[in-house]
């Protein structure tokens, strides 16, 4: 496990990860229905733990997945904050922390991944954001590189880097560790895996605290830019309930 901070040892009120998955599906529940429209009570559901970024030392990931008939738009991950308890009320399951971010959304009809939503920035911020302030504001991470940083970005957003050359802003391989009081990376440019012919990528822009500011999806000659939405809150607030096509 990469540390972050100081911290060593995830906490999470002495359970583990997948205990904490387990234990807090009804709020999952009760949140995806408030959030998104999903039921996870209706059709074959199952979720399992997700590596996503083992250097959130403050953070666990799960991922959710419907597995009867054609469900493309049911499956969404859930981040846990380990140092938050349960939320007292399943009417207000927001209160425990938890945050839901689905993998793909329909907006007009037209199908949306996870790296082409401003949300994601959003909730990939407020991680990151959250890690600072529990790792007492360290600004020095040796053991996180800001391509590792970039990794876990795409992670979030259900995507795959690989392994290959790139040309134009610096390589995930050859970034240096974080520095918070040196803002020596502003762009890291990450080939993505893909079964079409032209190939993705994506270039991470990050600010000077690491949050993401931009990420610009291309392929082939396709390209689009996804800007921050602004500051992290500091709690997921309710917008209106969007049910997926």
Known sequence: ?????????????GQNAPSIIDSRQAEVASLGQMLYGIDIHRGTWVHREAAICPAFTHHTFARYDRTDGDHAASSFVAIYS?????????????????VLL???????????????????????NRIWQDEL??????????????????????????EQAQNAPTSGGMSAADSPSIDLTEHRVANILVPLVSDTPNGRSVSIEFDPQGLVSSSTLAEGAKVKTITSPGVPQPKQ???PPHHPA
Not at 86 to 91: E, N, V
Not at 102 to 123: C, F, H, W
Not at 133 to 158: M, Q, R, V, Y
């Open 102 to 124: 689905p993998l793909v959304e329909y907006n007009d009809g037209k199908r949306q991944l996870a790296i082409e939503r401003p949300n994601s920035i959003l909730t990939f």
């Open 237 to 239: 607030t309710i917008p």
């Open 82 to 98: 380990l140092d938050t308890p349960p939320a007292p009320s399943l009417k207000k399951p927001w209160a425990g922390g938890i």
């Open 1 to 13: 496990m990469l540390a972050i901070g100081c911290s060593l040892v995830k906490p999470g009120f």
């Open 133 to 158: 302030i529990k790792s007492g504001h360290s600004s020095k991470f040796p053991e996180l590189t800001w391509g590792g940083l970039a990794d876990c970005f795409i992670a979030l957003t259900n």
